[in-house]
């Protein structure tokens, strides 16, 4: 129940990407884990932390990012199951007191949010956010202060999901509380206008927060709910439109009607889905200012594309040498872009142009170091080396 109930028994850095003042760090708290459970624990945040890393676009991102694990024990395992939402009423005693029911909901599990800060604070003075692993198969979980999961079997979506709440300010984008026909009173989103980025109630196309990513030919909005009494019974965007197209879905932050998500499902509406184009554009804003300034890629080129040296192409004030797009068979889905070097020297931009074609011709693996500039894939293109 308190902090007399267990023991911090130390921190580990199990995602090395760099100084903590540098980088984003991601502390990973327990409770409910006994001093025998400590494995457990261990594999529970590996596990987390490999679908994290799986995930676009934290795929592209993971050198901004540190990871700390917690290891911190309980008397008891689980957590308390209040019987006023149909728990089982059991009390576990454990260090951050987790507790299923909050706010009348079961589904709603929270920690002493105070102590959880506290303790992260402590172990890591950089700490960007806190992330509470709780020893119960239970299904629940939360976001704010410090996000919150269980060890439900949907547990590393329920991570991703809380994650998205509490380091990127993202909304639910479901359109009902506690579950489509369990509710009367989210007919109508009351507003005012969202603070979060992935949803709106707005329907003008011009004043959408989102509109530079709606195609012209998108209509919004995309669907409207016939009924405001129930959630939408839409099983997927109208005829012709893909799933991943973005547009202004009628049904989200909770309510039937009035408020609107970017697509018609995206990891904050259910679970296993992918991150909308809306909630991965905030995801990158955020960690984009902790990515190391010098990169590496490595692989074998599958596309190369450049222009010789002393060709140079672009407008007077702003001319470009060299440029070429490269893509690796390590990362098959990403185009990089590089300009080479930024110097005078044409002699070492043609010999690292000679290295990129040789290797590209005879199928042998480089190492690209580059600089990185405002995309993410894009850059001042530094050294090129032949690994063979």
């Known amino acids: 129940m308190t902090t007399a109930d267990g023991t911090v028994v130390g921190t580990t850095k199990i995602v090395n990407a760099g100084d903590a003042a540098q980088r984003w760090n991601l502390v990973i708290l327990g409770d409910g884990y006994q001093a025998s ?18 995930t676009p676009p934290f795929d592209r991102l993971r050198p901004a990012v540190n990871v700390f694990r917690v290891d911190v024990t309980s008397t008891d395992s689980g957590a308390d199951e209040p019987t006023r939402c149909g728990g089982s009423g059991a009390t576990p005693a454990t260090y951050f007191d987790a507790t299923f029911c909050s706010q009348g909901i079961q589904r709603l599990l929270v920690v002493n949010q105070d102590t959880a800060l506290t303790v992260a604070r402590d172990q890591v003075p950089q700490v960007h956010m806190v992330l509470v692993s709780v020893n119960s198969p239970v299904y629940g979980g939360s976001g704010g202060g410090v996000a919150v999961f269980s060890q439900a079997p949907d547990a590393v979506d329920i991570a991703l999901h809380e994650m998205g709440h509490t380091a990127f300010g993202l909304a639910d984008e479901y359109e009902s509380l506690l579950g489509c026909g369990l509710e009367t009173d989210h007919d109508h989103h009351p507003g005012p206008e969202p603070a979060e980025p992935n949803v709106t109630t ?39 439109l893909p799933f ?24 904050m509406r259910v679970l296993g889905n992918a991150f909308c184009a809306v909630c991965t554009r905030r995801i990158r804003e955020t960690l984009h200012p902790f990515l190391p300034t ?4 490595s692989g074998r ?17 702003d001319q470009i040498d060299v440029e070429v797009v490269v893509k690796l068979d390590s990362e098959p889905d990403k185009a990089f872009g ?51």
């Open 37 to 54: 459970e400590l494995a457990q624990y261990e594999a529970d945040v590996k596990k987390f932390v490999d679908t994290l890393f799986a």
């Open 301 to 317: 080129i599958t596309f190369l594309r450049a222009h010789d040296v002393g060709t140079r192409f672009g407008p007077p004030d």
């Open 202 to 240: 707005v329907s003008d196309r011009t004043r959408i927060k989102w509109r530079t990513l709606i195609r012209p030919s998108t209509p919004v909005p995309t669907t409207s709910n016939p009924d405001c009494t129930k959630c939408d019974p839409a099983v997927g965007p109208p005829p012709g």
């Open 338 to 388: 590089f300009r080479l070097r930024a110097d005078d020297d044409e002699g070492a931009r043609q010999g690292m142009l000679d290295t990129l074609r040789g290797a590209f011709n005879r199928n042998r693996p480089v190492v690209l170091d580059y600089r990185r500039a405002a995309g993410l894939d894009n850059g001042l293109l530094l050294r090129v080396a032949d690994r063979t």
């Open 294 to 297: 010098i990169l590496a890629a």
């Open 244 to 267: 991943t197209v973005v547009g202004a879905f009628e049904g989200a932050d909770h309510y039937h009607c009035g408020a609107y998500r970017p697509q018609f499902n995206c990891q």
